[in-house]
């Protein structure tokens, strides 16, 4: 018998699986010009919720200075030149940093707060596709509080990987280059994970089968993921796109599934 593997390989290779993905968020935004007052209901909840990261994340530029040379005495003794490289390399690991945190709790409280609106649009996509597959009846609160409880975890991973990329910022050049690389793939990443709970909870699956199953298209996964990361550090572009990364979420969802995502 055939396995959601064997279903939903895809016949390309991983740079064709990873643009792939990044086509799933695109075919994601394509749903505001069929639904567009659904989509814009979904804006609001991200609206109150970006307006408080937004404030936490300027407050973590406007002192962003202070911070470092806290986080740095070891350099207050040093010349001029290399205590400002080094205050510099810091000011920008603590921004990746935060952007990176800032990203994926953003994420984890909008799918809380604006749970039935984000529900209906992962729904209204699924119904074009003929239905979900082995659908179960999830009462609201005991989905929400899953949903709670697994972004939890997963906020709790971006600081256990944040970590040592923000000490792996301090590194020249590899600090500038390679660790944002790193930072996209791994918000990317966690993001995909967020993003498809709905569909998976729908099915009465849980985040280790979503994790398992996101595993089995990694690249499509991570491509998917990466682009929605990258879009949603643009200024508005997490609070204008977070409906659209729900319904490309669910069509990933259902491509890692073995399902069909062409209606």
């Known amino acids: 018998?055939?396995?959601?593997?064997?279903?939903?390989?895809?016949?390309?290779?991983?740079?064709?699986?990873?643009?792939?993905?990044?086509?799933?968020?695109?075919?994601?935004?394509?749903?505001?010009?069929?639904?567009?007052?659904?989509?814009?209901?979904?804006?609001?909840?991200?609206?109150?919720s970006g307006a408080l990261f937004v404030t936490a994340f300027a407050t973590l530029v406007y002192f962003v200075d202070d911070l470092a040379a806290l986080i740095t005495p070891f350099a207050d003794g040093w010349s001029t030149t290399w205590r400002s490289l080094v205050r510099v390399a810091a000011g920008v690991a603590l921004l990746g940093l935060g952007g990176?945190?800032?990203?994926?709790?953003?994420?984890?409280?909008?799918?809380?707060?604006?749970?039935?609106?984000?529900?209906?649009?992962?729904?209204r996509v699924e119904e074009r596709l003929g239905g979900t597959p082995n659908a179960v009846d999830v009462p609201f609160w005991s989905s929400l509080r899953r949903s709670v409880v697994d972004s939890l975890r997963l906020v709790g991973l971006s600081v256990l990987f944040g970590v040592p990329l923000f000490a792996a910022g301090f590194i020249p050049v590899v600090g500038q280059t390679v660790v944002?690389?790193?930072?996209?793939?791994?918000?990317?990443?966690?993001?995909?994970?967020?993003?498809t709970g709905a569909p998976f909870y729908r099915r009465g699956l849980r985040l280790p089968d979503r994790r398992a199953a996101l595993k089995t298209d990694r690249p499509t996964a991570l491509g998917f993921g990466t682009a929605v990361f990258v879009c949603f550090l643009i200024p508005l572009g997490a609070v204008l796109l977070m409906p659209a990364a729900v319904a490309g979420a669910t069509l990933l969802a259902r491509r890692v599934l073995g399902q069909p995502t062409e209606g």
């Open 1 to 48: 018998m055939s396995t959601p593997r064997d279903l939903g390989a895809p016949v390309t290779g991983a740079a064709g699986r990873f643009l792939a993905g990044v086509g799933l968020f695109l075919r994601g935004l394509g749903l505001y010009v069929r639904s567009p007052g659904l989509m814009l209901l979904g804006v609001v909840p991200a609206l109150i």
């Open 100 to 123: 990176l945190l800032a990203v994926v709790a953003f994420t984890a409280v909008t799918l809380v707060i604006g749970d039935p609106f984000y529900e209906k649009i992962s729904e």
């Open 180 to 195: 944002p690389v790193l930072g996209a793939a791994v918000g990317g990443w966690l993001l995909a994970m967020e993003l």
